[in-house]
């Protein structure tokens, strides 16, 4: 096993797939992994020795004690299946590198494969004109046009050509390099909302992933988040029209007061 990775366990595991998430936009990809490795109960298998990919820039201080520099954790989980689909092998990194992410994808490859790892999954969001009251879409990218047409099967959006930044993207990169087949699954989000939690993109990627892989998730919780995500950027708009309205526009009176005052003038 590469030397940047600590196994725990060996377990035995039967036709496992891979999925691997990082922070992204949204947080889609981290939401959607963290999600699946609390309600699953994933076991931890390993992690990567963070502190070859990630250079620490500062420190943090309590009661006028410097503490040992924090790195980013990547970690691997495993779940076995107790049905007859596929057993699961969990990344999830809290941060992705500045740099060494093409190295950080192969390392998490190579324990994928060490465990005999056929197929990766990824997701992220996809940002589109889509309004936060609408019900987000699931685009589907592959790593082969084979693969990519079990697509039809689950309603997937195909948008030809695209982009998708960060490792939850180079992932499927390097795994195509090493032919190993991936999927990509991006759920919409707002343009206008990159930079607020998106739960109910999460909520749209998990109903679709946990379809194709044939298992069963509780996304009650999740399902209820997303509710008051919603609610809370209704709110958030209402208050931004607001202010807008307040800032470009004068009340009626006030122009009829100024009106008048030039008549009596």
Same mark, same amino acid.
Request: charged letters at 25%; one cysteine or more.
């Given at each position: ?122 997701? +992220? ?11 987000? /879409? !699931?685009?589907?990218? %592959? #790593?082969?046009? =084979?693969?990519?047409?079990?697509f039809k099967r689950y309603d997937l959006v195909r948008k030809g050509n695209l982009q998708i ?9 390097? +795994? ?11 759920? /919409? !989000?707002?343009?206008? %909302? #990159?930079?607020? =939690? ?13 379809t194709m892989l044939g298992i069963e998730v509780d996304t009650t919780e999740l399902a209820e988040? +997303? ?11 209402? /208050? ?26």
């Amino acid at each position: 096993m590469n030397k940047l990775v600590k196994i725990y366990a060996h377990p035995k595991l039967n036709s496992p797939v891979m999925l691997a998430a990082w922070p992204g936009i949204g947080n889609v990809a981290t939401i959607v992994a963290t999600y699946l490795e609390r309600k699953l109960a994933f076991k931890k298998l390993g992690e990567v020795e963070a502190s070859h990919f990630f250079d620490p820039i500062g420190v943090i201080v309590r009661d006028n004690v410097v503490e040992a520099p924090n790195f980013p954790q990547s970690k691997f989980y495993y779940w076995k299946n107790k049905e007859d689909g596929s057993d699961i092998i969990l990344f999830i990194g809290e941060d992705q590198p500045a740099s060494k992410g093409y190295e950080l994808a192969n390392c998490v490859l190579d324990v994928g494969l060490s465990f005999g790892v056929k197929r990766v999954y990824t997701c +992220a969001a996809a940002l589109s004109r889509i309004h936060h009251t609408e019900q987000p /879409e !699931v685009w589907g990218v %592959a #790593t082969s046009r =084979q693969v990519a047409e079990d697509f039809k099967r689950y309603d997937l959006v195909r948008k030809g050509n695209l982009q998708i930044a960060g490792l939850n993207g180079l992932l499927l990169g390097v +795994a195509k390099e090493r032919g190993i087949n991936g999927v990509c699954l991006l759920g /919409e !989000v707002p343009m206008y %909302a #990159t930079k607020i =939690q998106n739960p109910m993109a999460a909520l749209a990627i998990i109903q679709v992933l946990t379809t194709m892989l044939g298992i069963e998730v509780d996304t009650t919780e999740l399902a209820e988040l +997303a509710g008051e995500m919603k609610e809370r950027m209704k709110q958030a708009a209402a /208050e931004a029209m607001g202010e807008y309205i307040d800032y470009f526009t004068e009340p009626i009176w006030e122009q009829r007061e100024e009106g008048e005052e030039e008549q009596e003038e």
